[in-house]
């Protein structure tokens, strides 16, 4: 399901919070709402008091104008917002405050584009426009919403600012997908504006649509651990339908994580009418030209930069250096550790095939690991100072990530230096041939039977004999066993 | 000597000011008229009296100790209850909101209790300001002081009314299709709505916001320039409020109207305005021209579109302001019971709200729907462009424009309550102001069978001086405000 289908399309529409900022969009409050108190971070804006009215977070418009620059949109002159009316127990006025591009309104960006770096190929992702809304409270069930007695508002989260990105239907796999949400996040995370790491910061819906056929809609889709998952499962429910020759209906669909399914949400007969209109209490925002050269000129280092950056100056090769920034996160723990011990190129490797593998395959955010730039680093000196082999190194690597014990203190700990001395590699050597007569008189003529006394012993050793100097001591036992005959 | 409750704000601070009177015994003064008269007009839909005495009580201990003093200091006013009030239930007069206390103070409250007024209540109105009468409130109508069985006007009918019938001497309403100016007219009170952005919309529960603003009625215009000078002003919480410097309109009042030039816009005294309010405009504008005043006759041709785009810009908005109101987080609920979210909604909605509100939701909800929007609400936006061009036209010769406030006499009680129609068309002459954003006030101009008629004078954006200049002008020269109704 991983291979790009060129009959398969997928847009996304994509949510994130501008968590960096300190208020919320329309008002005073903190933005930092996570782990307090059920509604104790609100005020008459955010709650919708009668009588309230928004006042826009000038910081917001900075933010989402530094996005529209990263993502290469045309930014618009002016910008005003809409009123977005439905109902909802999770929207205190009930209507959201958005931008449109229609009905006359003008959202903050248009006609932008993200370069997706896939299977050693470069891919052009459009972003037909971004813009700014306010998030709705959040609904809090006990257990499973359609068991829970009761359902909980807490409105926190009411009115924290949210980026929206719409892309155009240009990824052909649920894996590009992730893939472009990566690069997103890597993005917006360059930029300082958004911390992708922070529970429910980003957000997605994707259509998806087979062969030409009809468009479906998923929402509700919380990360991008979430997307490849949701996609996969609905191109799957598609296909199904049209092997058996029934036809896919034009609908929205909601991604259960915990059934991983996609169940049906309405079909466009139920299409609601959000009767946008001009949002009559914020005046519009002139974007002068004179303010965007201005927030570009406050622009950071974008990744697409720092992965050229990474192949000049450190040597990398274009998918190592890809791989690296496609997170922030990643990026700052190499150059962290390249500036605690310039050997890149040994760092970059650790990185790439150890430490990644064991936190993908363990489903894990390099922040949500215990290792620091300073423990890989004292793990990749230990080799070099010939204290580890790099076998033990691979050993102990998961023991760092998971305790973030010091490399050093493990090692000692369980006894794991390399053994460099003769005297007791020779004793164990002699045990190895004594205990293996037949490929001892077998290794006299055929080397891999030498690679297997040279195992038997690194076996022994639980790894720790030093290779090199076994390897050495194997072959000088078995020259003076062959003079002697 | 008269009695304290019937003096004006003007004379009353400097009495208390000086030690003459105690705000004290004029804030009682002023309970022991509401408790005479109240019954008979229903101006108040909360009294405040006993916070409203000892407020009182700390201004006159500010006054003995020397402290510096608001240039409101121990003055009575009354503010419409679409005003919220940190503590006081703040109704809108809905059954939806009749136990809603605000945990705020609206920015204009702010801006009184720092001038040390004293709030004594909070006034009727139509349910969501949506109405010409105050008849449409849950608490029941408020009755003209002039004669009981006739409408005030509306929707700040409470606050009008209890400005003439002299329960306080200054009031709080909002306008937005001639929500302060009508019941001014009806009551014979100076009201003013002074340009939108000018006075701080925070803490004002929104009806129609592109069109509404908080404006003060009192019952002389020295008292309303004084009131509109301490609540205007740029306020951060309200992103249409206007950045301009603080102005004291009482600077303005100078008796003397030489050298300008005053408009009347002939679609202003065409079909539907009753004779004796024609006469009475035309009688004050020849007032006018024998005090300097020169006049000049000029057109707004757009005007006759103004009614239907106001009325679909007021109900689009209100279909969309009025969604908070589910019975969830405040506000009437009918019963506890659980159920799906929606059921819920439904039942507090169609049982919270009065038929005008919900005609007005229906209404509004339609013209924003898909496939009609651009046919009503766009092109009502397109006709806002056309007006305002036109008002702008005829203010580039004019420094004011004067006309009829409402077309026709206060009218009966219960006589057009169940026709809508006729009722929005009320509304034809100061609903322009609305559209346009200018400032309009309205004045007492005249009697016709003891019911008063108003002068509506229009002026320039931001130029509420000149209107007030006017208005000062005709003041000093009638006795029209000098009257009193009987109770
Ligand atoms: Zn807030």
Redesign the interface.
């Known amino acids: 399901m991983s291979k790009a289908d060129g009959t398969i399309k997928i847009g996304l529409e994509v949510h994130t919070q501008l968590t960096s900022l300190k208020s919320k969009l329309f008002c005073s409050c903190s933005s930092d709402y996570r782990g307090k108190e059920p509604n104790s971070v609100v005020c008459p804006v955010c709650l919708g008091l009668p009588g309230s009215l928004p006042v826009l977070n000038k910081k917001a418009v900075e933010y989402a104008v530094m996005a529209a620059l990263a993502f290469n949109c045309k930014i618009s002159k002016r910008m005003f917002f809409f009123r977005k009316n439905y109902y909802y127990p999770d929207l205190p006025k009930n209507f959201q405050i958005t931008q449109y591009d229609k009905a006359g309104g003008v959202p903050l960006a248009t006609n932008g584009y993200l370069y997706i770096g896939e299977q050693g190929k470069r891919k052009k992702i459009k972003i037909s426009r971004i813009h700014l809304e306010e998030d709705p409270g959040r609904l809090v069930h006990l257990g499973p919403i359609d068991q829970s007695p009761y359902t909980l508002v807490d409105y926190n989260r009411s009115g924290i600012a949210l980026l929206e990105t719409v892309t155009e239907p240009d990824m052909n796999s649920p894996r590009e997908a992730r893939v472009f949400l990566q690069k997103l996040r890597s993005v917006l995370e360059h930029l300082g504006i958004f911390d992708g790491s922070l529970e429910g910061a980003m957000r997605c819906d994707a259509n998806i649509s087979l062969a030409g056929g009809t468009r479906v809609e998923v929402k509700n889709i919380s990360s991008f651990k979430e997307v490849e998952r949701a996609l996969s499962f609905e191109i799957m429910r598609q296909k199904g339908l049209l092997e058996r020759g029934v036809a896919v209906k034009r609908e929205t669909r909601h991604w259960d994580a915990t059934r991983r399914i996609t169940v049906s949400l309405r079909t466009k007969e139920e299409e609601q009418d959000y009767r946008y209109f001009p949002e009559p209490d914020l005046v519009p925002i002139e974007l002068s030209e004179e303010y965007i050269n201005k927030v570009r000129s406050m622009m950071p280092e974008l990744p697409d930069d720092r992965m050229k950056r990474f192949m000049s100056s450190y040597g990398l090769p274009r998918y190592d250096a890809g791989v690296l920034v496609s997170s922030k996160a990643l990026a700052d723990f190499f150059e962290e550790c390249v500036k605690l011990y310039n050997k890149p190129k040994d760092i970059s490797n650790w990185m790439m095939s150890d430490l990644l593998r064991y936190l993908y395959e363990n489903n894990l955010e390099l922040q949500e690991s215990k290792i620091t730039p300073e423990k890989l680093v004292e793990m990749i000196r230990l080799i070099d100072e010939d204290v580890i082999s790099g076998k033990i190194a691979k050993r102990i690597l998961p023991k760092i990530i998971l305790t973030g014990k010091p490399p050093r203190k493990i090692v000692e700990e369980e006894g794991m230096m390399k053994i460099t001395d003769r005297q007791v590699l020779s004793e164990l050597i002699d045990r190895v041939f004594s205990e293996n007569p037949k490929a001892v008189k077998d290794a006299l003529v055929d080397e891999k039977a030498v690679h297997y006394l040279i195992g038997q012993l690194m076996k022994k050793t639980e790894g720790k004999a030093d290779p090199s100097l076994a390897a050495k001591m194997v072959n000088e036992k078995l020259h003076s066993i062959k003079k002697k005959t | 000597m008269p009695k304290p409750y019937e003096i004006s704000a003007e004379e009353a601070a400097v009495k208390i000011r000086t030690q003459e009177l105690t705000a004290e015994e004029y804030v009682a003064s002023v309970f022991n008229r509401i408790t005479q008269i109240e019954k008979r007009i229903n101006a108040f839909i909360t009294l405040t009296k006993q916070t409203a005495l000892q407020t009182a009580r700390q201004i006159d201990e500010k006054i003995r100790k020397g402290e510096k003093l608001g240039c409101l200091a121990g003055i009575p006013i009354a503010v419409k209850d679409?005003?919220?009030t940190r503590g006081v239930r703040?109704t809108?007069s809905s059954r939806m909101?009749k136990d809603?206390v605000?945990?705020?103070d609206?920015t204009v409250i702010e801006k009184l209790i720092n001038q040390d007024a004293v709030i004594i209540g909070k006034t009727n109105m139509d349910e969501f300001a949506m109405g010409t009468t105050t008849e449409t409130s849950y608490f029941g109508a408020t009755h003209n002081p002039w004669n009981l069985k006739k409408v005030p006007g509306g929707s700040s009918g409470g606050s009008a009314a209890a400005v003439t019938a002299e329960e306080t001497p200054l009031a709080l309403g909002s306008d937005t299709g001639g929500s302060v100016r009508c019941p001014a007219s009806y009551c014979s009170t100076v009201g003013l709505k002074p340009t939108y952005g000018l006075v701080s919309?925070?803490?004002?529960?929104?009806y129609?916001?592109?069109l509404e603003q908080i404006g003060p009625l009192a019952r002389n215009v020295y008292d309303c320039a004084l009131l509109l000078s301490v609540i205007s002003g740029h306020d951060?919480?309200?992103?249409?409020s206007v950045n301009m410097p603080p102005s004291d309109y009482t600077a303005f009042l100078k008796n003397d109207v030489k050298g300008l030039k005053i408009g009347v816009p002939q679609e202003f005294l065409g079909e539907g305005v009753e004779d004796a309010v024609r006469k009475a405009v035309w009688d004050a504008v020849n007032l006018l021209e024998t005090l300097g005043a020169e006049y000049e006759e000029v057109t707004v041709p757009t005007m006759r579109h103004a009614l239907p785009a106001y009325y679909i810009v007021a109900m689009?908005?209100a279909?969309?302001n009025l969604?908070?109101y589910?019975g969830?987080?405040?506000g009437f609920r009918v019963k506890k019971d659980?159920g799906d979210?929606?059921t819920i909604?439904a039942e507090d909605r169609r049982a919270g709200f009065g038929t005008e509100v919900r005609r007005r939701i229906i209404l509004g909800?339609y013209a924003?729907?898909?496939g009609y929007?651009?046919e009503y609400?766009?092109k009502a936006l397109r006709v806002r462009t056309l007006i305002r061009r036109d008002f702008e036209k005829a203010l580039k010769k004019c420094d004011v424009l004067v006309g009829p406030t409402m077309p026709i006499l206060p009218f009966n009680l219960g006589e057009k309550i169940d026709d809508p129609l006729a009722l929005y068309m009320c509304d034809v002459l100061t609903v322009p102001a609305n559209l346009t954003g200018y400032p309009a006030a309205s004045i007492p101009c005249g009697f016709k069978n003891g019911l008063p008629i108003g002068l509506q004078i229009i002026g320039k954006p931001f130029d509420e001086g000149t209107i007030l200049r006017v208005a000062y002008t005709f003041e000093r020269n009638t006795d029209f405000h000098k009257r009193r109704p009987i109770l």
């Open positions: 679409n005003i919220c703040t809108c909101l809603f605000p945990p705020y609206a919309r925070y803490g004002l529960i929104s129609a916001n592109s951060a919480r309200d992103s249409t689009s908005e279909s969309s969604a908070r589910d969830l987080r405040y659980d979210w929606s909604y909800t924003l729907s898909a929007y651009d609400y766009l």
